[in-house]
């Protein structure tokens, strides 16, 4: 372990999901490393707590299907380094009802292009299937067999406890007040010690714009305050066995099966209030909740009342492409941003940023997620955030 008055050999900024896997890569590399947390490890202000999280490989290009065959590939990494299982295997279904906004031909194309097995199902094969399901007529389906569920704290917790293993130094509670370049070297200050580096990884999410700014470096970010919420079925059988599915329309919803209790939870996507990530409630929106169960009884008649809800914060890009690459002008300060859908793709993430941080490449293919493209730089680019 790095001792606080020393040069490190690299900073990670924010230790959420992405965080936590750059500094296990780094640290597992055989770099000091010193991860840096504002809040307390394992607080729920961000995008990192509860329970669930999709993995899937239904995306709508053929760029994020092969980033997804990364993504299954360094879960399983994690899960033999750190002897937990973390990957369940439920069934991905994707709906998409009449006229829907999102196109059904972008997925099935994207997975033909990279030689993933799928279903396409009608809504009466849906129902005979899951008889939980009631979908609209018209509706179709595409299904997924290897559509998992990840779990968002417990796989969080893991990266931090191997990312220790390797000797990185986790401080919570430790807020950065500044990065400054001084090109043969990085100084990173925060309320405590300051540090010297080589490199910076700021996975800081909704705060990654007042890490960066005295680089001079700031993202067009939008933050929004979610609210997945639990409902309890009456007999939770049948929905012990029903994948996991997104409704692919706008306004979209996510929802999963019984995992780990006998509820099930569902969620809008991007449905929330835009907020300020430093003020805002934490306390569930009863009128979000109503919303949700509205649409979910349609879907999912049997569902139940729901019993609780929680809240999750997004930090969106325009475009709700990540970012993974280096900050405009500061090659060792590598950003990696997950634009509320990066939490699948965390083991990932971490190896890339700690390539891009110790090498400056990677083998993957990242190219869309620079800070030189459109939606990153034309204050104009119209915000889409359906995905």
């Not at 360094?74 to 369940?88: I, N, P, Q, Y």
């Not at 950003?335 to 699948?344: E, P, Q």
Request: net charge negative.
């Amino acid at each position: 372990m790095a001792d606080a008055d020393q040069p490190v050999d690299y900073v990670v900024v924010g230790l959420g999901a992405l965080g936590s896997a750059a500094a296990w890569h780094l640290a597992a590399a055989g770099h000091s490393v010193v991860g840096l947390e504002q809040f307390e490890l394992g607080h729920r202000r961000g995008a990192s707590h509860d329970t669930s999280r999709i993995l899937r490989h239904s995306y709508h290009t053929p760029g994020y299907v092969r980033l997804t065959c990364e993504a299954y590939d360094d879960w399983a990494r994690l899960e033999d380094e750190s002897g937990e299982r973390l990957v369940t295997v439920v069934g991905g279904l994707d709906l998409f009802p009449p006229d829907c906004a999102i196109s059904a031909l972008d997925y099935t194309g994207s997975m033909r292009a990279v030689g993933i097995e799928f279903e396409e199902l009608d809504a009466a094969e849906i129902r005979r299937r899951w008889p939980v399901f009631d979908p609209p007529p018209g509706t179709r389906g595409l299904f997924q067999s290897r559509g998992a569920i990840v779990p968002a704290a417990r796989g969080t917790s893991a990266m931090q406890r191997l990312a220790t293993a390797y000797g990185a130094a986790l401080l919570g509670s430790t807020a950065v007040t500044g990065v400054e370049d001084h090109g043969s070297h990085l100084a990173v200050e925060t309320v405590g010690p300051s540090y010297t580096c080589r490199g910076v990884v700021v996975c800081a999410d909704a705060w990654t714009n007042q890490v960066l700014a005295r680089l001079g470096v700031s993202i067009p970010l939008t933050v929004t305050l979610e609210q997945p919420t639990y409902f309890q079925p009456m007999d939770p059988g049948p929905f012990a066995d029903m994948p996991l599915w997104i409704w692919m329309d706008e306004p979209s919803y996510y929802g999963f099966p019984c995992y780990g209790e006998s509820t099930i939870k569902a969620a809008r996507d991007c449905g929330g209030p835009v907020v300020d990530p430093d003020h805002h409630t934490s306390d569930p929106d009863p009128e979000i909740q109503d919303r949700l169960a509205t649409f979910v009884t349609s879907l999912l008649p049997c569902c139940g009342r729901p019993v609780r809800s929680l809240r999750c914060q997004y930090t969106l890009t325009p475009d709700r492409d990540f970012v993974l690459a280096p900050a405009p002008g500061h090659p060792s300060v590598v950003v990696g941003l997950g634009a509320a859908h990066g939490f699948k793709f965390a083991p990932t993430f971490g190896r890339i940023l700690a390539d891009l941080a110790t090498t400056g490449q990677t083998s993957s293919d990242i190219s869309a997620f620079r800070f030189d493209r459109p939606a990153l730089t034309d204050p104009a680019y119209p915000p889409n955030w359906m995905v």
